[in-house]
């Protein structure tokens, strides 16, 4: 038998889990629907701790975006560590915090924060004992325990010992201490690993994986948690994209019971969501062909429109929980644009971009080499526009005019991770870098058509950028409209965009009705929402 959510009561506790951040405080901004963020993570915490009692965990690999860092991100990158760990310490209060690669590209000594890691040995790294968490982060007497462990091959360069064996110590040593949850957090190459150590450890009451590359992306996500003897296990997106929601109800002693679970409904979902997606996928791909058959298209259309009403309608049923015993729910919060922002850490945010901004340029010193004898260099769209007047005006009413003010706008234009896609002729020989771009700045003609200083030179009578003529699928894609930065990239709807009058109009007709680029962005935007959070400035 079973009651309905209403009879319910309050959770004891919710705890919130991560693993895998690898130094991300915030998207890029660039797709329709941008996820992860530091500043609205700590805002759901936050307001979580307003309405009852809640715990923040962290399986690891938390500080650095690369490994090994580059020398020219090592300013940006030690900045932004220093901000994660800020953050951990005040808003989030991190109750245990685990170990990962992404924690180790500068060794021990750059940790910034102890981890509670049962089963590794290593000089210079501040080792917590299994945690039990107790007031004032929870009341009533409840009490969590908490410990980690990593597989060795997840703490390269340290004494990583057996998770089981050690594991096992942490669980008794955890009971004996009085936890009446005991959560673990695993760093293994895979979930098989993962739930192959939580098995053999036993005595796990909710367990948090971190997956390394393995971990997914949020389309990827399990919305359910996988059952391990009497526990369960979750994985968190990467990146804090999806954060691990998980409301614990406690009623006497025994194993926990998904109650989200005992509705049947979370296990559809997860079929009907992917369903969802490649429907969606195979609209997206339709609507950048003319030839499509527009029969197919209706269909399909139609076809997700009933799968969408499907899910809503499982959504909508009520929540069903057992009679007795203690049970939790496993929300896998998407951490999305429209959610609120901790105002203290988006203003912590804005101040790393100006200071990362300042020591990237400070660090920058020389123009990029000029090139061989012979070769061209980056005139910039001044040049271009002496003889191609109508081409420049064309192109100031696109959105690769715009380029570098959309930077501006994020306080972004001196990331080293956002200003390449953004200036002409980064990084090669006679263009531009991070601190000389000033001329180059924006997607200009040279982009798409290569550097042009001999034809400039020459009088226009020399071409010898004339095999980039018109920008190659390749040239797009592989450079800056990547799947991760561009989610609604389809090369011929977006070639519709920048083709037009005194700008390859012939070409542009070739191309016939069909939809732009812009289109399929309004598209994507619209169904993500364009509204900010409270409190949040990007």
């Not at 090592?74 to 690669?101: C, F, H, M």
């Not at 190459?189 to 948090?208: E, F, P, Y």
């Not at 998407?334 to 200071?355: G, H, M, P, Q």
Request: glycine residues 10%.
């Amino acid at each position: 038998m079973s009651a309905p959510a209403g009879a319910a009561p309050k959770p004891t506790f919710t705890l919130f889990a991560l693993a895998e951040v690898r130094g991300q405080i915030g998207p890029c901004g660039c797709t329709s629907d941008p996820l992860g963020d530091l500043s609205r993570t700590a805002r759901l915490v936050t307001d979580a701790r307003a309405a009852g009692p809640a715990l923040v965990v962290d399986a690891g690999s938390l500080l650095y975006s690369k490994s090994p860092v580059p020398a020219h991100l090592d300013a940006q990158e030690e900045l932004k560590a220093d901000l994660i760990a800020t953050t951990y310490k005040t808003e989030l209060a991190v109750s245990a915090l685990g170990l990962g690669p992404a924690d180790l590209p500068k060794g021990t000594s750059k940790l910034r924060l102890p981890r509670t890691l049962a089963n590794v040995a290593a000089p210079g790294v501040e080792l917590l004992a299994p945690v039990i968490v107790d007031a004032p982060a929870l009341t009533g007497g409840t009490k969590v325990g908490v410990f980690a462990v990593a597989m060795p091959a997840m703490v390269p360069g340290l004494d990583g010992r057996d998770p089981v064996a050690d594991g096992k110590l942490a669980v008794a040593d955890l009971k004996k201490r009085g936890a009446q949850v005991i959560v673990g957090l695993i760093q293994a190459t895979s979930k098989k690993d993962a739930v192959q150590i939580m098995r053999g450890i036993g005595g796990i009451d909710l367990a948090v994986a971190g997956l390394g590359q393995a971990t997914p992306e949020p389309e990827r996500i399990e919305v359910e948690p996988q059952k391990v003897g009497d526990g369960w296990i979750v994985v968190p997106a990467n990146r804090g994209q999806v954060v691990s929601k998980l409301e614990v109800t406690l009623r006497g002693t025994g194993p926990l019971v998904d109650a989200v679970g005992a509705t049947a409904a979370t296990a559809k979902l997860v079929s009907i969501d992917r369903r969802i997606a490649g429907l969606e996928d195979d609209l997206k791909k339709f609507a950048a062909d003319p030839k499509a058959d527009q029969a197919f298209v209706r269909t399909t259309r139609s076809e997700l429109a009933q799968v969408i009403k499907q899910r809503d309608d499982l959504k909508a049923r009520p929540l069903v929980v057992p009679d007795t015993g203690s049970y939790f729910t496993l929300s896998q919060v998407r951490i999305n644009k429209a959610l609120a922002c901790a105002k203290s850490v988006d203003d912590r945010v804005t101040e790393f971009y100006r200071a990362a901004g300042e020591a990237n340029v400070k660090g920058v010193t020389r123009k990029p080499p000029d090139p061989p004898k012979g070769q061209p260099s980056f005139a910039g769209l001044a040049q271009c526009e002496d003889c191609h007047a109508d081409a420049v005006k064309f192109w100031k009413t696109t959105r690769h005019a715009e380029a570098w003010k959309t930077l501006v706008e994020r306080g972004q234009q001196f990331d080293f991770y956002s200003t390449s896609c953004h200036v002409t002729g980064w990084e090669r020989a006679g263009g531009s870098n991070l601190a000389f771009n000033e001329p180059l700045r924006d997607v200009q003609c040279e982009v798409c058509h290569g550097p042009s200083s001999i034809h400039v030179a020459k009088g226009g009578e020399e071409k010898p950028f004339a095999t980039l003529r018109a920008p190659a699928e390749a040239l797009c894609a592989d450079q800056c409209h990547t799947t991760e930065h561009s989610d609604t990239f389809q090369y011929t709807a977006y070639l519709r965009d920048i083709l037009g009058p005194g700008h390859g109009e012939a070409a542009r007709k070739k191309l016939g009705d069909g939809p732009t680029g812009a289109q399929l962005r309004k598209a994507a935007l619209d169904k993500a929402g364009r509204t900010l959070g409270a409190g949040c400035s990007r």
